[in-house]
């Protein structure tokens, strides 16, 4: 990152002006460094030789993860695939909730795979309704993907669209570590990429969505979604499948990804980032292009394919790469620990060893209970419509020259036309519970309707997609 000069006229005097860049004043800054804080750079610029660096690569994908979403990343992100360190290769989801399939979820985590999020409905963010898109949507995939809240650290909004100065203090607010929200466009394959870096001076490019945060947010990470270029070179594109010149064949999507790999790993080994969508699968030859790209990565040694998190945890603490092996936030002994995790939580679900009927049981008990709270919410609310009917009861029977809340002492004294119409609050009352203790009795036929429910087939589909 460089300073800018600008030559101003003054009186007839030619001075220099010389403004310097916010990365810049961020590296002057002795107070600036690694792991709370990390300056905005486009060179890596650290304390290891370029040819220890490790070219790491992160793939990111946003939207619902649904079904079809989840084969292609099954087939790409298979266990088998390695990183030189011996553990798997691992991206980043950002999942919004509508039509995501929880199950998945929980799978994807159980791989090694980083779940982030991605809002809740994915409409268009505001200062109204951002903090409850990135509150809910974290407690939909912790509680419904079975994600450890801790560890949803990472935000992208929809449609990469920011809300300025808000969002990286909300987001730290509930806990998250990163946004990747933010655009950096590469025009050339030969321009220099930023690496993701903390706002402690600022978001200092250019804000090609508005309104970008401007002031500083000291140890939050911006991990900015940089361009790629299309395959003819010509036009940048953010997303891989938003280049206005798409690959029309195989051999030109492969070569479309491994140009804009070598702009990095041939240069500054800054963290390459692929950001995309799944639907630039439902071609093959482009499916096939990115398994063909992905296994050309894994045959390199220098290079590895892991999260956003994990980019993150190594620019905290720089790792040459003859010590990799040993470095424990890529480590995947834990993978093991979560698998394990995940079997005792399914024995729970079955209940802990307890027989078919006994499970059926304990069910149709917890829906019992449901029920009785139901019949008291509906009592009191009987009991407030009464009340309600009541007063009205009387304020209509009340003769029209009488004060308000009078009692009536004439039954011949003339009232109003409309009176006749409206029955006595006895009648209502009687009315009312009747149609009160309706569904009650549909509650009781319920509970007894749950001695036929195999819910044992009900497990089997997964945790239920419903919005918190």
């Not at 799944?278 to 296994?295: H, K, Q």
């Not at 308000?404 to 009687?430: D, G, K």
């Amino acid at each position: 990152m460089k300073t800018v000069l600008f030559f101003v006229a003054l009186c007839g005097t030619l001075s220099v002006v010389e403004l310097i860049s916010p990365c810049v004043k961020c590296q002057n800054d002795q107070s600036c460094k690694p792991p709370n804080c990390f300056c905005c750079r486009d060179e890596l610029n650290l304390p290891i030789p370029l040819s220890e660096t490790p070219q790491i690569v992160f793939f990111t994908f946003d939207d619902a993860l649904t079904d079809a979403a989840s084969k292609f990343y099954r087939k790409l992100f298979n266990e088998t695939r390695m990183n030189p360190n011996g553990c798997p290769i691992s991206m980043t989801l950002f999942i919004s909730h509508q039509d995501t399939i929880y199950r998945n979820v929980n799978d994807f985590y159980k791989r090694g795979m980083e779940i982030a999020s991605h809002s809740v409905t994915h409409s268009h963010m505001s200062t109204s309704n951002f903090m409850e898109e990135a509150k809910k949507q974290k407690r939909n995939l912790a509680k419904l993907g079975g994600i450890p809240e801790n560890e949803i650290v990472g935000w992208r909004s929809p449609f990469l669209e920011p809300i300025g100065d808000m969002q990286p203090d909300k987001l730290k607010e509930l806990g998250y570590v990163y946004d990747a929200t933010l655009t950096y466009s590469k025009r050339k394959l030969s321009d220099k990429a930023p690496t993701p870096f903390t706002l402690d001076f600022g978001w200092p490019y250019d804000c090609k969505v508005k309104p970008c945060p401007k002031r500083h947010h000291a140890g939050f990470w911006e991990v900015p979604v940089v361009s790629l270029m299309d395959y003819k070179h010509k036009y940048d594109c953010v997303y891989v499948d938003g280049c206005n010149n798409p690959p029309p064949n195989e051999a030109s999507a492969y070569q479309f990804l491994m140009d804009n790999f070598n702009s990095y790993y041939t240069t500054s080994r800054v963290p390459f980032g692929i950001n995309m969508h799944s639907s630039w699968f439902y071609i093959a030859d482009r499916l096939n292009a990115m398994d063909r790209f992905i296994n050309t990565l894994l045959k390199m040694d220098d290079v590895y394919i892991v999260s956003v998190d994990k980019t993150i945890k190594w620019l905290q603490n720089p790792t040459p790469l003859g010590e990799l092996h040993a470095f424990e936030p890529w480590k995947c002994d834990h993978l093991k620990a979560r698998q394990e995790s995940d079997k005792a939580t399914s024995n729970n679900r079955q209940g802990m060893g307890l027989s078919h009927a006994e499970l059926q049981q304990m069910y149709i008990q917890q829906r019992l209970r449901q029920i009785a709270e139901m019949r008291k919410e509906i009592e009191l609310r009987k009991q407030r419509e009464l009340q309600l009917l009541q007063q009205t009861s009387n304020f209509v029977n009340r003769p029209w020259w009488s004060p308000p809340r009078r009692p009536q002492s004439n039954s011949n004294i003339h009232r109003s036309p409309f009176t006749q119409e409206i029955p006595n609050a006895h009648v209502l009352e009687n009315t009312l519970e009747e149609t009160v203790q309706e569904p009650v009795k549909t509650d009781k036929a319920l509970a007894t309707s749950f001695n036929r429910i195999n819910i044992t087939n009900a497990n089997n589909h997964g945790i239920s997609n419903n919005y918190i």
